[in-house]
């Protein structure tokens, strides 16, 4: 009886492999789903991106990339870049391309004409792709900086106008000194007016920075150097008044004022100026020091400030303040009347401080305003009044701190936050926080409460060591000490979740670790149910052990070779037919031990079989037995090819048809015998007569 499949087994086993094949395709139809929605997310930025192979062929362009060229994104693929960019443009980039394809990442800025016809200014990073250590094709992204790019220029013009104003400050020396740890110091910028007051040259002070300290009063030394440890000490601007020989022999009186940056190899940068007050000292001769010290420290303070009587008249406002609110001087102030001032919420609790003042109730010293500017512009203050004397009176000093910026960041956070909270409850993964300190969740979403079976508050109680199975709990240990001990650990980790109902499911988990003064503190994570992906794994798997069971134990030898007739394939069947094992066929070019006269025919019906992309059926082969014998084979074969079209080998399957071979020749010689006997017993009987 014939070992061979029969044909409803074979029908059977192709019906398995279609529904094998469904499957497969519905996944991936649903990772397909996937790349959409990725690719509609680049395609939503106004970043042109793009990746393109080792031949800068196209492979992918988003949206924003086929706008700026005005073609649909689909007649960019398969291009190459030269024949899109303008020559020009091409020129200016390909020696970048070069490079990033030889394994560099590239970022450049470059100047283009947009499809308006306008001159615009765009950074360009290119990023190498590999495959192992060899270069597969890159990625680009390219950024419009025409906006940063004017706004550095408008920067530079301002800087040159602020040197041309510096230098023509006669009285005003901007300097910028960095005092090493070791207690040398070295002048990095001088403005022309060290000429005027020191008689040398900005170079030649900042080659030899004694040209300047020499100059210092013996009397004043002291005290400068007590007024800087102290603005070092309190991380705060140093400013002090000293006396200065001058070039002519006489003494002047300078006021220096800086600030201190300090540095990692302990310098300190000090940003500062010499202001010359020789005039101003001998005005302090008839007025009282107290006093125009006070007003002076007001007029020169970066807040705003007023000073204002018990029933809210303003006596003096600083430059700062009527900065603030764009006046240009304090009867402007006066003149506009303070409900125009405030914005009406703000305006409200004014009136109310007011009356409680008057009331003699507490008030806070410390509170925040809205004001409207002239220009209509609404800033936000910090407010601080007490109590002084001014010009030997009871009255009240406002100070005011614009923290209109900080009011932004404030409500970008707030934004920020509450996306990130829209984020976590509406994403499609389960996404958490964990503290383990207190080994407790800090935070789930509802995806996690939806695997999981648990409601919020129950998982409140629990961490994520808890939901594990002991499997997964131990891999879980495992990377967890790893961690503690500082090494590094992969991202993602697959573990089995155990329901609150007890059911079992497979999760990928990414964490992210939070550390906290070296200590690990907690994580945040990332996880996605892939239950479905693991059936379709297993399925495939047994799919694999039934299709390679159906091939180990086939009568008919399943082979598969290359190009260039070597074996990469056998099954043992082969030893059977051919009296070689698979292991001595897979590796090994085999065709010469085909017969002679069937060596032409098989290469020129390989031939026909890759060029018509057909296979063969039933042809019948003679094969060497290892014991020398000849074995007849039916052969079954089809060509494979790669993705491209290109020719990669061929597959089959052969028969051993010499039983049935020997048999035709066997009852093929007797019928030739016959015919023989018959004719001479017909020549035999024609002799007799």
Request: negative net charge; proline residues 2%.
């Amino acid at each position: 009886m014939s070992s061979n499949p029969t044909l409803e087994a074979l029908e059977q086993r192709i019906i398995i492999l279609e529904e094998e094949l469904a499957k497969a395709r519905h996944d991936k139809e649903a990772l397909h789903e996937k790349a959409e929605m990725f690719e509609n997310i680049i395609n939503g930025v106004s970043m042109l991106i793009t990746y393109m192979d080792t031949e800068e062929r196209y492979v992918f362009v988003n949206r924003a990339y086929a706008q700026w060229y005005e073609v649909n994104p689909k007649q960019l693929i398969g291009k190459r870049v030269a024949d899109i960019l303008k020559p020009d443009v091409y020129e200016r980039a390909s020696h970048n391309i070069k490079k990033v394809l030889s394994g560099q990442p590239v970022s450049y800025e470059n100047r283009v004409i947009d499809k308006y016809g306008r001159e615009c200014f765009v950074r360009a990073n290119y990023e190498p792709r590999f495959s192992g250590e060899q270069v597969k094709g890159f990625y680009t992204s390219i950024v419009d900086i025409t906006e940063s790019r004017q706004i550095e220029e408008a920067l530079r013009e301002s800087e040159s106008r602020i040197q041309t104003i510096s230098n023509n400050l006669a009285d005003v020396m901007i300097y910028q000194v960095i005092a090493k740890s070791d207690g040398s110091r070295k002048f990095t910028y001088l403005n022309d007016t060290v000429r005027i007051l020191y008689g040398v040259s900005p170079e030649e002070a900042m080659a030899d920075s004694s040209l300047i300290y020499s100059r210092i009063h013996e009397d004043d030394i002291a005290y400068l150097i007590e007024a800087e440890e102290k603005a070092i000490k309190t991380a705060s601007r140093f400013k002090a008044e000293a006396r200065v020989k001058e070039p002519s022999g006489g003494i002047r009186w300078s006021m220096y004022s800086s600030t201190p940056t300090f540095m990692k190899d302990g310098s300190v940068y000090w940003n500062g100026i010499e202001l010359v007050i020789t005039e101003r000292k001998r005005m302090e001769e008839t007025l009282k020091k107290s006093e125009e010290n006070f007003r002076r420290s007001i007029e020169d303070s970066p807040l705003g400030v007023r000073i204002v009587s018990e029933t809210g008249e303003t006596l003096f406002a600083n430059r700062a303040f009527l900065d603030i609110l764009v006046y240009q001087n304090i009867e402007e102030l006066k003149a506009t009347p303070a409900k125009e001032r405030y914005t009406p919420e703000s305006y409200a609790k004014y009136i109310e401080r007011r009356e409680k003042r008057k009331q003699g109730k507490f008030v806070p010293s410390e509170y925040q305003v809205s004001i409207v500017r002239k220009d209509g512009g609404i800033r936000h203050l910090r407010v601080f009044r007490k109590e002084i004397l001014w010009s030997g009176n009871p009255q009240f000093q406002v100070l005011y701190d614009d923290i209109t910026e900080q009011k932004k960041v404030e409500e970008a956070l707030r934004e920020s936050e509450s996306r990130y909270r829209d984020l976590v409850k509406y994403a499609p993964s389960g996404i958490y926080e964990v503290d383990y300190e207190t080994n407790r969740f800090v935070s789930v979403n509802d995806v996690i409460c939806e695997y999981t079976g648990y409601t919020r508050d129950e998982l409140m109680t629990m961490n994520l060591f808890d939901l594990l199975t002991e499997e997964s709990r131990r891999l879980m240990i495992q990377r967890l000490e790893k961690l503690y001990a500082g090494e590094q650990i992969p991202h993602n980790v697959e573990y089995c979740i155990r329901t609150k109902d007890g059911e079992l499911i497979w999760a990928i988990l990414n964490a992210r670790y939070i550390y906290e003064g070296g200590r690990l503190k907690g994580a945040t994570g990332i996880i996605n149910n892939i239950n479905a992906r693991k059936k379709t794994e297993e399925a495939l798997r047994e799919s694999e052990e039934k299709l390679k069971s159906i091939i180990s134990t086939s009568q008919e030898w399943i082979w598969a070779i290359d190009t260039k007739g070597i074996h990469t394939f056998s099954n043992p069947a082969c030893e059977n037919i051919l009296g070689y094992r698979a292991e001595e066929i897979v590796g090994e070019n085999w065709q010469h031990l085909l017969h002679e006269e069937d060596m032409k025919s098989i290469e020129q019906l390989l031939s026909r079989s890759a060029e018509q992309k057909t296979g063969w059926s039933n042809v019948t082969l003679r094969w060497q037995h290892r014991d020398g014998t000849c074995r007849y084979l039916e052969s079954n074969g089809v060509p494979i090819f790669d993705t491209d079209g290109t020719l990669k080998g061929f597959q089959g399957s052969d028969r051993d048809i010499t039983e049935r071979k020997l048999a035709e020749e066997y009852q093929r010689s007797m019928q030739e015998r016959l015919q023989r006997a018959e004719k001479m017993k017909y020549w035999g009987g024609w002799r007799a007569r």
